[in-house]
C-alpha cells in the first residue's frame, strides 16, 4: 500500500507544471477574450440603443429596414438586413436564424472553456502542492513549506479570476444573443404580418 500511495504521490506531484502551464493559458486567453469584450461592449453600447429605437418606431418591415440601413453597420443590423433580403424565401430565413444560433454558440464556447477549466485547474493547483507543504511542515522545512503555500494561494487565486473573468463574459454575450434573436424574431414577425395582408 506505501509503494502505491508514493507512486500516486510522485504521479501527482509530476502534474503540478502541467497545471500550471494549462492555468497560465486559460488566465491569458480570457484576458485577450476580454480585451476584445470591452471593445466590443462599448461598440455595441451605443449602437444597441439606435437599433432599439428603429424597433419600436418601425410600423413595416420595410420601413424598419430603411431605418438599420441609415444606421452605422454592426452584426446585428447586418443580419437583420440579410434576413430581409431573404424574405420571398421562408426556409432560408430560418435556416439564418439557426446559422446565427450556432455561430453565437461556437463563440460562447471559446469563453466557457476557460469558465470550467480555470476553477478546475486552480483547485488542483492548489490540492497538489499541498502533500509537500505539508511534509515540509512535518519535518520542519519551513521554507520549502512556505514556498509550496504560495503557490497554492497563487494559482487558487489564478483559477477562479479566470473563471470569474469568463462567466461575466458569458452572461453579457448571452443578453445580447438573446437580444439578437428577439429583434430577428420581431422582423419575421413583420415580415409573415405583410404577407398576410397582402
Not at 136 to 162: D, K, P, R
Request: glycine share 6%; proline share 5%.
Amino acid at each position: 500500500m506505501k509503494s502505491i500511495s508514493e507512486l500516486m504521490f510522485w504521479i501527482s506531484n509530476g502534474l503540478l507544471v502541467p497545471v500550471i502551464i494549462g492555468l497560465l493559458f486559460f488566465f491569458f486567453k480570457v484576458l485577450l477574450q476580454a480585451g476584445s469584450f470591452f471593445s466590443h461592449y462599448l461598440h455595441r453600447a451605443r449602437r444597441e440603443k439606435q437599433v432599439e429605437a428603429a424597433m419600436k418606431e418601425a410600423a413595416s418591415a420595410s420601413a424598419l429596414v430603411s431605418s438599420l440601413r441609415d444606421l452605422p453597420p454592426t452584426p446585428c443590423t447586418a443580419m437583420l438586413l440579410d434576413l430581409y433580403a431573404s424574405r420571398d424565401n421562408p426556409a432560408r430565413m430560418a435556416r439564418a436564424i439557426s446559422g446565427y444560433e450556432l455561430r453565437a454558440d461556437s463563440e460562447l464556447g471559446k469563453t466557457r472553456l476557460p469558465a470550467r477549466f480555470g476553477p478546475i485547474l486552480g483547485l488542483m493547483g492548489t490540492l497538489i502542492p499541498m502533500g509537500p507543504a505539508l511534509v515540509g511542515l512535518s519535518t520542519g522545512e519551513i521554507t520549502s513549506m512556505a514556498y509550496n503555500m504560495q503557490i497554492v494561494f497563487a494559482t487558487t487565486v489564478l483559477g477562479l479570476l479566470t473563471g470569474a473573468i469568463a462567466y461575466v463574459i458569458i452572461q453579457v454575450r448571452q443578453r445580447w444573443i438573446s437580444s439578437d434573436l428577439v429583434n430577428m424574431d420581431y422582423l419575421v414577425d413583420l415580415l409573415q404580418q405583410e404577407q398576410e395582408r397582402s
